[in-house]
């Protein structure tokens, strides 16, 4: 008797930033950047709100790992 496994294959990925699954981006390290945030980043200001949470963020995913 045979068994049948069945793999849930997982699509995507969930972003570290926004946490939300998205199938387009890249990762970093152990981690996941989707293509919206990475533009996000890119565009941030050093020195504002949105940047300072960004950095915090990837610091934390590398301390983390
Ligand atoms: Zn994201």
Redo the contacts with the bound molecule.
Sequence with gaps: MKKTTVLRVQMGHN??????R?TQ?YRLLHSF??????Q?IVQSEAGTEDYSLYVQKMRKMIAGN
């Design positions: 972003c570290l930033i926004c946490e939300t998205k981006g950047i989707c293509h919206t945030c990475e996000k």
